[in-house]
């Protein structure tokens, strides 16, 4: 599944519960293509962030120690600003306060807890799309930015140059009289 890029599709699942974590790696394991990491305990998850460079983050809501409020609010310091990097929240708790504080706190996605299969995949394979097509565009506008840096310097060069002719035929016709 690595869509548009030549290396896997990278996921970070972060879940307190290892039976959950397990059913997650065996869906993930029916795409095919995909390289993720897993943890139960969520004070690992910034560092495993870091180290892993994730393009999605899978993660429970209510956990021990830090909840997924507050994990989101991690992430997304390291996360390059303006960059689109989707966290998907999983959890049972299916209030309308719940949805609106995760997405509120940063999650691209919730999903509710019992999971089902098939929409886990079709969410991951929108959200790895979007992904990969936002960094392709960030790639795009980062060529055009340096392609248009190049052609005001050699604006600037050329503009530098005719004042230089100019002041050159200014001088050549006060020293010839004219």
Do not use: C
């Amino acid at each position: 599944m690595s869509l548009l890029q030549n290396s896997p599709a990278k996921i970070l699942i972060i879940d307190d519960e290892p039976s959950n974590v397990r059913l997650l790696e065996r869906m993930l394991d029916l795409f095919g293509g995909l390289e993720y990491r897993t943890t139960t305990d969520p004070r690992e998850a910034v560092s495993m962030f870091a180290e892993f460079q994730p393009d999605l983050v899978l993660t429970d809501l209510h956990m021990p120690h830090i909840d997924g409020y507050g994990l989101m609010e991690q992430l997304r310091q390291l996360i390059p600003e303006g960059s689109f990097l989707p966290i998907v929240v999983l959890t049972a708790d299916i209030t309308a306060e719940t949805r609106r504080k995760a997405l509120a706190t940063g999650a691209s996605d919730f999903i509710t807890k019992p999971l089902d299969t098939t929409e886990v995949q079709l969410r991951i394979r929108n959200l790895l799309e979007n992904r990969f097509l936002n960094l392709k565009l960030e790639e795009q506008v980062l060529q055009r930015t340096i392609e248009l840096e190049h052609a005001l310097e050699q604006l600037r060069a050329t503009q530098n140059q005719v004042v230089k002719q100019e002041r050159l035929s200014a001088l050549g016709t006060m020293a010839g009289g004219g």
